[in-house]
């Protein structure tokens, strides 16, 4: 894993410590399918003065369990929401609980991918940030206003190293992971993901088993490792594998 973080995201970064004495909150955006990688830890001690708050999305993707087990342990304050629905009321009663003078101006940061943009088109109850599966939608930092807020929608920053599961989750740009590698981990991980392509919890898993039950051949009958990776990959983005709770509390 890794390769660097392209020019964008480095702004992004710079964006924060910039601005970081202007503002009053910030909301860590990250996955509760993979709450360990898919967050950013510098965020925290870069802005040690300021409140903020975890918000963990795609909870409608997420395992019951795991979330509960997540909130027992993580910081409080911490939210788990469906961004792609309206913002949960005591997301907005804690933003409104922090307002002083308004606008109260919150930055909103995480991972790529996350779900950041979508957030705050909720919050501002319009499609104000542009959206997008994939990692990178927004590509310069953006201030949106609605009535008493003001939100900055940053680009994704990367950690330094970023995590297996946050690849598999779609979190890091192409070309910066090995997908074979990361469908292998999906499939260790999730036996209900191996069970989908009709592997055994008594069998060993690969992308060959994969490539077969999917008929996804090259040339000469070969199975083709590499659309078969794809095809795991893709079916964990798009839901097809659910719930795709990718870590859980105890095993971090
Ligand atoms: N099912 C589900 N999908 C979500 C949720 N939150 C975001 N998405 C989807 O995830 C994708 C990424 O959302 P964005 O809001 O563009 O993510 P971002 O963090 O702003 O991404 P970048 O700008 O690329 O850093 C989009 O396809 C959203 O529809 C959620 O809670 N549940
Ligand atoms: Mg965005």
Known sequence: MGGGQPMHMQRAEMVLRDARHHLDLWLEVADARAPASSRLPRLRHLLAQVEGALVLTHVDQADRT??????????????????????PATLRRWLMDHMGR???????????????????????????????ARAGVTRAETWVRRGDLAILDLPGILPRKPGVMAAALGLVPEGQYDPAEVAMA???????????????????????????????????????????????LQ?????????????????E
């Open 66 to 87: 795991a979330l509960e087990a997540w909130k027992a342990v993580l910081p409080e304050p911490s939210f788990f929401v469906n961004a792609r629905q309206t913002a």
């Open 102 to 132: 308004p606008p109260l101006r919150i930055f909103v940061a995480g991972l790529p991918n996350v779900g950041k943009s979508t957030l705050i088109n909720r919050l501002a109850g319009a499609r104000v940030a542009p959206v997008g």
């Open 186 to 232: 999906v499939l260790e991980r999730l036996p209900a993901a191996a069970a989908r392509y009709g592997i055994d919890v008594d069998q060993t898993v690969s992308l060959e088993a994969v490539a077969e039950s999917q008929h996804l051949f090259s040339r000469g009958g070969v199975p083709n490792l590499e659309r078969a990776a794809a095809k795991v």
């Open 235 to 251: 079916d964990l983005r798009t839901g097809r594998i659910a719930p795709a709770q990718l870590e859980w509390p105890d095993a």
